[in-house]
């Protein structure tokens, strides 16, 4: 079992580019999420889906777009890069117990 | 607005001490309250939970106490290890939140020999 995988672990993104960073569980969770952690400021939700087709958005939601076409996948869209992006992001599946399972993250610098 | 605080930011510990890591939240219909665990370059994971009908859940080394009238939950830690050293996330969920987990902003456990 994989868990929660996400790609790329790294990207380095030039203001005003666009990128998508994937996320795939194969637990058969319904809940997903994406989530953006920087210093001091915890982990942030960016947007959810509470199962395919349905998406909605967390507390900042500005500047991403996401789809759910499928259970397994969540992919988070950046439409134009800024600096303000540079962050860490992790995505994350919820199946019928509490917890989140959370995949390993990826870095971002927008330069 | 924070519904989840983490008011310190950093805890020091001796190893083999005691670590208490504390939370406090704002909304009343949480149900269920959780704690992670991360370490630099990692996944958060999950460590202990506790559900609201209960006002204790022990794992071990770890300790969830929930205080339900005070809105206050903490985990303890004993005894710390060198290895317990990571940021902790108190999180919580249920009531209407359909699924969505609220995180506080994290404590910094060092724990030294």
């Known amino acids: 079992n994989a868990g929660v995988t996400q790609t790329p672990k790294f990207q380095v993104l030039k203001t005003g580019q666009s990128m998508t960073l994937q996320c795939a569980q194969d637990m058969n969770h319904e809940y997903m999420s994406w989530y953006r952690q920087d210093p001091g400021m915890g982990l942030r939700l960016i947007h959810y889906?509470?199962?395919?087709?349905?998406?909605d958005q967390g507390e900042v939601p500005n500047g991403y777009n996401v789809s759910r076409s499928t259970t397994e996948d969540f992919p988070l869209r950046l439409l134009s890069a800024a600096p303000s992006q540079t962050s860490v992001y992790f995505c994350a599946s919820k199946g019928a117990l509490y917890g989140y399972t959370f995949g390993s993250g990826t870095r971002l610098t927008v330069v | 607005d924070q519904q989840v605080k983490q008011n310190s930011p950093s805890l020091s510990v001796q190893e083999g001490r005691i670590s208490i890591l504390n939370c406090d939240y704002t909304?009343?219909?949480?149900?269920?309250f959780l704690w992670y665990k991360k370490y630099p370059a990692e996944g958060p994971t999950f460590l202990i939970s506790?559900?609201?009908?209960?006002d204790k859940n022990e794992d071990g080394r770890f300790t969830v106490f929930l205080n339900k009238s005070a809105k206050h939950l903490s985990l303890h830690i004993v005894p710390s290890q060198p290895g317990d050293s990571a940021v902790y996330f108190c999180?919580?969920?249920?009531?209407?939140?359909?699924?969505?987990?609220?995180f506080g902003r994290g404590t910094q456990l060092t724990v030294w020999p």
């Open positions: 506790i559900s609201s009908i209960k």
């Open positions: 999180a919580a969920g249920g009531g209407s939140t359909l699924g969505r987990l609220y």
């Open positions: 909304n009343s219909m949480f149900d269920y």
């Open positions: 889906s509470v199962g395919a087709g349905i998406t």
